[in-house]
């Protein structure tokens, strides 16, 4: 149960493919963007399938998570 003093400790997550991504700086480039949205705790980003999962601990609005990815000179699908 979540209340004002006791919030929810379930983690948020999105899940997305990004592609255009060709080497581990690429990689790079998306993890500090996706890193920098506010509320994000985890990226992990794997370069040979193009996942993307992100874990907050509040909502993660897709919209902003696809911004930062296009921020890095990527497309999120």
């Known amino acids: 149960m979540t209340t004002p003093d006791r919030p929810s400790t379930t983690p948020h997550t999105f899940e997305g493919t990004v592609s255009?991504?060709?080497?581990?700086?690429?990689v790079a480039s998306v993890t500090e963007e996706?890193?920098?949205?506010?509320?994000?705790?985890?990226?992990?980003?794997?370069l040979a399938t193009g996942a993307l999962n992100v874990t907050g601990d509040q909502p993660l609005p897709a919209d902003r998570v696809r911004a930062a990815v296009e921020d890095a000179g990527y497309s999120l699908t």
Do not use: N
């Open 20 to 26: 255009g991504m060709t080497c581990a700086h690429c």
């Open 34 to 46: 996706v890193s920098e949205i506010e509320g994000v705790t985890d990226v992990r980003v794997d």
